[in-house]
């Protein structure tokens, strides 16, 4: 059985950093492109990067600079880090994982999706 499992998040004050990870059972991280989404109330599910299974890293436009998205295979877990964060990079972020595509960007891409967790910042 698949399992997501995301934590790091919190309340940040604007211009600081967060790192969130996700950690993967089932769905070995090292066969599979893990990516990163967030949402707001509302609004669309929105894609935040990913990583490829050797390390290769895809992310929105809007926010290469900002945030990283690493992984460590030997321990199954994904990591985001985020620096310089603003009040509307407040949300809730998904990590997911997609055993099908080797790029995926939108969220029908990914078959296995964490519980999500809250990500706020303040300004």
């Known amino acids: 059985q698949v399992r997501l499992v995301e934590s790091g998040g919190g309340l940040v004050q604007a211009g600081g950093s967060l790192r969130l990870s996700c950690a993967a059972s089932?769905?070995?991280?090292?066969?599979?492109?893990m990516g990163w989404f967030r949402q707001t109330p509302g609004k669309e599910r929105e894609f935040v990067g990913g990583?490829?299974?050797?390390?290769?890293?895809f992310y929105a436009d809007s926010l290469k600079g900002r945030f990283a998205i690493s992984r460590d295979n030997a321990k199954n877990t994904v990591y985001l880090q985020m620096n310089s964060l603003r009040p509307e990079d407040t949300a809730l972020y998904y990590c997911?994982?997609?055993?099908?595509?080797?790029?995926?960007?939108?969220?029908?891409?990914?078959?296995?999706w964490g519980q999500g967790i809250q990500v706020t910042v303040s300004s």
């Open positions: 997911a994982g997609s055993s099908t595509y080797s790029r995926p960007t939108a969220r029908n891409m990914y078959n296995y």
């Open positions: 990583i490829s299974w050797s390390g290769t890293t």
């Open positions: 089932g769905l070995t991280s090292s066969t599979a492109v």
